[in-house]
């Protein structure tokens, strides 16, 4: 996707006031309503919706793996310093925290690519990102250039993240051919999805609509909207995930929901009636359980082809913390 510096889309961005993205309600400024949609910046038409993921069937390991961490040092165009933090499963015991640089477990394991959001850190995430990896994925997280960590965040600086997510993307699944490199043959390079959380979401719909991402399989969308990326999702059909709580004090849950009824292919959404905007995401509890085994039936399914991981997703969302518009 272009670097969009549009006045009409920072108005429209700066409306949303996607603040604090990643930090607790307690410390979050209230937000106002979101503003109407704006137009992509540069639309695709969408292709007609097939009826399943385009991966061929297969089963997800059944096993829980140790997790190993690493750090990529990647930059985009020399100007737009990325990088990237790494779960990957391990060798050795499941359980207990990630290790630095621990060898890679025996296999070939998909890809997901996570965006934070504004204001946000990969680490952040960690509770959740590292249950993946456990389960059998390598989950790659860059740190954007401008709307990362402390300080004024360049909200307009959004739009530009799809392309830096499509970068990471490629330069990770060239480790899996380098010779040099830990991943080497490690990689399902066929087999990826892309995930985040608030600016985060908008950066993960922008890679299905305007900034359409071909390799990415399927999507899960944490609290988002589609500001400046808009909802001509396109391409080949990609499953999605919505997760939104009800109580979401900075997007609207009628703001994710309006863009998860736009999506026309295979698709769920997941809700917490007590949920605000990332507290299920951030830190261990009963909600980050149902959240983390949602969607890791889901990306089982998705990048495994596991039919039996599919019939396990409405298991996962316990009615008493969470209800599922499931249209997989």
């Known amino acids: 996707m272009r670097r969009v510096p549009s006045a009409l889309l920072a108005s429209t ?38 009826a399943a993921p385009a991966i061929p069937p297969g089963s997800a390991p059944e ?25 990957y499963p391990a060798a050795g015991r499941a359980g207990g925290a990630p290790t630095t640089s621990a060898d890679a477990a025996a296999g070939k394991f998909p890809v997901v690519m996570f965006s934070h959001g504004l204001g946000g850190r990969p680490a952040d995430y960690a509770e959740l990102l590292t249950r993946w990896a456990a389960a059998g994925l390598v989950v790659a997280a860059p740190t954007f250039p401008h709307t ?11 739009l530009n993240q799809p392309a830096d997510v499509s970068y990471a993307l490629t330069q990770l ?21 892309a995930a985040g959380h608030s600016a985060g979401g908008v950066t993960t719909i922008g890679l299905f ?13 944490f609290a988002g909207t589609a500001l400046g990326v808009g909802t001509a999702f ?15 004090e900075v997007v609207q849950y009628a703001t994710g929901k309006a863009v998860y009824d736009k999506v026309p292919w295979p698709k769920a959404m997941l809700s917490l009636p007590n949920g605000d905007h990332g507290r299920a995401l951030l830190r261990d509890g009963p909600a980050l359980r149902v959240v983390a085994d949602t969607t ?33």
């Not at 402390?150 to 600086?157: I, Q």
Request: hydrophobic fraction near 40%; proline fraction near 8%; aromatic fraction near 4%.
């Open 13 to 50: 961005l700066l409306a949303s006031m996607l603040v604090g993205c990643s930090n607790d309600p307690e410390t979050t400024p209230q937000a106002t309503p979101a503003a109407p949609q704006a137009t992509p910046a540069t639309p695709q038409p969408t292709t007609a919706a097939s």
């Open 173 to 193: 699944l060239a480790l899996d051919a380098d010779a040099d490199d830990p991943l080497r043959g490690r990689l399902a390079t066929d087999r990826v999805a």
């Open 296 to 328: 890791i039936e889901f990306l089982r399914w998705t990048l495994y082809g596991d039919a039996a991981a599919k019939e396990r997703i409405a298991a996962a969302a316990r009615d008493d913390l969470a209800t599922l518009d499931n249209r997989l």
């Open 234 to 248: 396109a391409g080949a059909a990609a499953p999605q995930l919505f997760v939104h709580g009800e109580a979401d």
């Open 148 to 158: 990362s960590g402390p300080g004024e965040p360049n909200v307009l600086d959004v």
């Open 63 to 87: 096993q829980s793996f140790a997790v190993g961490v690493r750090q990529l040092k990647l930059n985009r165009d020399g100007d737009r310093p990325l990088p990237v933090t790494v779960w």
């Open 209 to 221: 609509t305007s900034g359409r991402d071909e390799r990415l399989a399927a999507g899960i969308v």
